[in-house]
Structure formats: structure tokens, C-alpha cells
């Protein structure tokens, strides 16, 4: 990995004195990834507001759908306010409110109280600077492990993957995105403070954290097994996992029970831990059998999501804590039961499963380059858009 670093200082070209920060900044990469990502979003939400007009689907509804009900109810009551929590089987349950994790909500919170600033508007406003975040840390990674178009491409395909659409919604996806990349560019570069905060807040955000925990704080042992950097990584293999840790800890203690954020993602959502069963016949089903159009859908990018997992695995370019962490969520989204439909949205954290694709087109022409990355934007916006308004139980 040191050797890795040293390469990749070696190929930057020298940047010329500015006259200040701000300006190294405004002519840096990380401007231009997230101008891309931004361009890339607004085509899909207009191509949501496009589908959605026609059905008379109000655009706003459609962004606060779902798990956004439960984020903005939380962000503006608390978890005891949210009104009449209902568990899986339609029947009162309090303790509901616990499955989402407190660091959004408490985000939107505090930004709703800027003037003139609705809750709605809070979160769509997080959702955005956090997928800027995301991005400018992607980026960052795409240059470290490649080039800088590699850097740009990675930006691009997650902010158009399926499911991307939740990016610009009232939800997590982009916020514990940004802090995932984030702790894993403090990794690659044994950054440990940047990795230890990032996976921190990551851990607030929402359970996948428990892969990159595992990333992180196996890296970081590695790292103090080494000799290298010693104080600094052993504190990051505590720190890291507090978030996660202490969010289960308060549960625990608000349901009286050791596992009360398990047994609230039973009875509310019928989610568990199953080793991948319910997955092997979902698959198995839509491809074989009794499948509709959509749900085959669902399974064909599940199916590209496997396969990308094994090409980052396989891959020598491809830093080990990235190769983990793309294999460690796909299989997490996999052994997890319940919502089948749902996977491609769960996968979408996953940003390290694009690495391969974003270097493969780094090396095309650049007409290729261009020409592959719009139908992927366009593809990604269309699947979207189809999941809030023609199908509806995707998200």
C-alpha cells in the first residue's frame, strides 16, 4: 500500500502557488467531481418529475416517501413522537422509531431551524451536501488507486447507479456514503483520525456500518501489528466502532432487551439475519419461475453486484480495504431477510463495486468514455424513476 501511495504522489502533477486555499480548491478535481455528480442528479430527478407528473405524483411527496416519513416524523418529534408506529403486521408498536439510526434525523433537526427552512427541505438539503461529500471522497479514491478520470467515473456511476434516486431522498444512503468514503480514503492513505471519525458517524448512520467497522478496525490493527503509525491506529480500532456500538447500546437499554435493535427490525420489518436463504429462493424464483418483469430487474443488478464482488476481489489494482468492503456489503444485503425487492436500493452504499467499471472506462477513448457513462446515467435514471412511480415498492 506504501508503495501504492508513493506512485500515486509520483504521477500528480505539481500544482502552482495560488493566492489562497479557497482558490487551490475552486481549480482542484474535487470541484469538477462534484459539478459532475450534481449534473448527473438533477437528470434524475428530472426524470422522476417527468414520470411522475403524468400520474399526478407530486415530486415532493415522492422524495419524503417511505423510510423519509419515519426520518422527517423523528427529525421533528423524536423517537417518541412519531405518529401511531405500526409494526410489520399493521398492529401499534412503539419501539418502531428505534430501526432508524438518530445522526439524519438529528441533522435535518438542526438545519430546519435556519430561517425560513422546512423539515422537507432540511433533509433534501443533507441529502445533497452529503452526496457532494460522497463524491469529492470517491473522486479522491478513483485518483489513488488509478487516475483522475478513473476518480471523476466513480463520482458519475454512483450518482447513477439504480437506486440513485435515493441519494437526492429523505433518506441515508448518501450520508452514510460520504462517511464510508471518507474512512476509507483515511485508510488507503493511513490517515487514522479521518478513518476513526468517519466510521464513527458512519456508525450513527445506519447498520451497514458494521462492514466498514470491520474494515476499518481490522486495517488499523493490521497497521499497530506493523509498528506503523502505533498510537494512532490503535485508537482508531476503538474509536471506530463506537457509533454503531452505542446506537445498539441505547436501544438495548429504551426496549429492555441486549438485542433490541434486532428484534425491532423483526417485528417492525420483518428483517433478520437468515445466511442467505431467503435470497437463494428469491433469485432462484424470479429467474426461474413465477418472476415479474420488475423484480427480474431487481435480480439482474443483485446478479451484477455478485459479479462485480468477484472482479474486485480478483483484481490486483484494487486495494484489499476496498475489495472488502464491496464484498462485505453485497453479502451483508444478501443474508439479510426480508424486502427482497429492495436489495438494489441496500446495495447502493456499495460505491466500491463501480471501481472496476469507472477504471475499465478511464482506459477507453474518451468518445467510448462518454458515450458509456450517459446510458449508464440515463439507464440509472429511468430505473429510478420507475421504482417511486410505476412500481412503487422498490424503495
Known amino acids: 500500500m506504501t508503495e501504492l501511495v508513493d506512485k500515486t504522489r509520483r504521477e500528480q502533477p505539481e500544482q502552482t502557488a495560488v493566492d489562497s486555499p479557497l482558490g487551490r480548491w475552486s481549480r482542484s478535481g474535487y470541484v469538477r467531481a462534484a459539478v459532475l455528480y450534481l449534473v448527473v442528479r438533477l437528470v434524475g430527478v428530472g426524470v422522476l418529475a417527468a414520470m411522475a407528473a403524468p400520474r399526478d405524483l407530486p415530486l415532493g411527496e415522492r422524495l419524503q416517501s417511505w423510510d423519509g416519513w419515519w426520518y422527517l416524523q423523528i427529525a421533528e418529534h423524536g423517537y417518541s413522537g ?18 432508524y439510526f438518530p445522526l439524519y434525523p438529528s441533522l435535518t433537526g438542526m438545519l430546519a431551524k435556519l430561517p425560513g427552512v422546512t423539515y422537507f427541505g432540511a433533509g433534501i438539503l443533507l441529502s445533497t451536501l452529503a452526496g457532494i461529500a460522497a463524491a469529492t471522497a470517491m473522486y479522491r479514491i478513483g485518483r489513488f488507486v488509478h487516475s483522475e478520470r478513473a476518480g471523476f467515473l466513480l463520482a458519475v456511476l454512483w450518482g447513477a447507479a439504480p437506486m440513485a434516486i435515493a441519494e437526492s431522498m429523505v433518506m441515508t444512503e448518501a450520508l452514510f456514503t460520504a462517511f464510508a468514503a471518507w474512512a476509507l ?6 490517515k487514522w483520525y479521518l478513518a476513526a471519525s468517519a466510521t464513527l458517524f458512519a456508525g450513527l448512520s445506519r447498520s451497514t456500518a458494521c462492514v466498514l467497522v470491520a474494515v476499518v ?5 493490521i497497521d499497530v501489528w506493523r509498528n506503523r503509525q502505533r498510537w494512532n491506529a490503535l485508537m482508531c480500532v476503538f474509536v471506530a466502532p463506537l457509533g454503531l456500538l452505542g446506537y445498539w447500546m441505547f436501544v438495548a437499554v429504551q426496549t429492555g432487551s441486549l438485542t433490541g435493535w434486532q428484534d425491532v427490525e423483526l417485528r417492525g420489518w420483518n428483517t433478520r439475519f437468515d445466511g442467505g436463504a431467503e435470497a437463494w429462493r428469491w433469485i432462484t424464483q424470479t429467474l426461474f419461475t413465477s418472476g415479474n418483469a420488475w423484480e427480474t430487474l431487481v435480480v439482474l443488478v443483485m446478479v451484477a453486484a455478485i459479479a462485480l464482488a468477484v472482479v474486485s476481489v480478483t483484481s490486483r489494482q484494487i486495494p ?3 475489495a472488502a468492503y464491496a464484498v462485505g456489503v453485497v453479502v451483508l444485503v444478501l443474508c439479510s431477510a426480508g424486502l427482497p425487492a429492495l436489495k438494489s436500493r441496500f446495495v447502493l452504499p456499495d460505491f ?6 469507472a477504471m475499465g472506462l478511464a482506459g477507453r477513448k474518451k468518445s467510448t468514455m462518454i458515450a458509456a457513462a450517459t446510458v449508464f446515467v ?11 412511480t410505476v412500481w412503487k415498492y422498490a424503495i
Not at 185 to 190: C, I, K
Not at 217 to 221: D, L, P, Q, R, S
Not at 378 to 388: C, E, I, P, T
Open 82 to 99: 412519531v405518529s401511531n408506529p405500526l409494526d410489520a403486521a399493521g398492529l401499534p408498536y412503539p419501539d418502531a422509531a428505534y430501526g
Open 185 to 190: 480514503v483515511g485508510v488507503l492513505e493511513r
Open 217 to 221: 478496525v481490522i486495517a488499523a490493527a
Open 320 to 322: 484489499w480495504p476496498l
Open 352 to 357: 466500491a463495486l463501480l471501481l472496476p467499471v
Open 378 to 388: 440515463l439507464v440509472g435514471a429511468w430505473y429510478s424513476a420507475y421504482s417511486l
